[in-house]
Nanobody
Framework: QVQLVESGGGMVQPGGSLRLSCVAS????????MAWFRQAPGKEREFVAG????????YHTDPVKGRFFISRDNAKNTVYLQMNALKPEDTAVYYC?????????????WGQGTQVIVSS
């Protein structure tokens, strides 16, 4: 069974940085895409960034492009989200997600979430 455990959230002032980590277990990590989603209070969960099995061609959505950077270390079964120049609107619970076993581009496995609060 796939398990995802996030860490690295917290409270930071606007303009600050955080790095989220997600350690995966339960299957061959390097065969599947990984992603980060977030859910702000009162809003739906939204896709933030994704990376393929090899780490090449990471993708970031427009609200975070140039500030957030997704990466992975297959030797450590870990995916990261480096978040720079944080804004209050980045406040959300951030979730790590792993690609489905059978449906390419779909994410079936989720971590428990880690809270990020950006506030002065």
């Amino acid at each position: 069974q796939v398990q995802l455990v996030e860490s690295g959230g917290g409270m930071v002032q606007p303009g600050g940085s955080l790095r989220l980590s997600c350690v995966a277990s339960g299957r061959t990590f390097s065969r599947y895409a990984m992603a980060w989603f977030r859910q702000a209070p009162g809003k739906e969960r939204e896709f933030v960034a994704g990376v393929g099995w090899s780490g090449a061609n990471p993708y970031h959505t427009d609200p975070v492009k140039g500030r957030f950077f997704i990466s992975r270390d297959n030797a450590k079964n870990t995916v990261y989200l480096q978040m720079n120049a944080l804004k209050p609107e980045d406040t959300a619970v951030y979730y790590c997600a792993a690609e489905s076993d059978s449906r390419v581009g779909e994410f079936d496995y989720w971590g428990q979430g880690t809270q990020v609060i950006v506030s002065s």
